[in-house]
């Protein structure tokens, strides 16, 4: 096989399964499906919120050099 298929393959098996962990996740979640998006939003949010500091510091500290 080669380099660039392996590498295509990883990909689509990382996104495949990522899909299907989801819909499984969402399935046989043990709440209600409006608390369970409206918890996925928060956590989505507190990381969004999260990444975006990170972001901001490596800026504020390498980005004048």
Known sequence: M???KKKTS???GLIVGGAVGS???LLF???KGKNTRKSI???SKKLFDGGRSKAQQFVD???SK
């Open 2 to 4: 080669t380099e660039k």
């Open 41 to 43: 939003k928060k956590r």
């Open 10 to 12: 990883l990909i689509t």
């Open 23 to 25: 819909v499984a996740s």
């Open 61 to 63: 500290k390498y980005g």
């Open 29 to 31: 979640a043990p709440d």
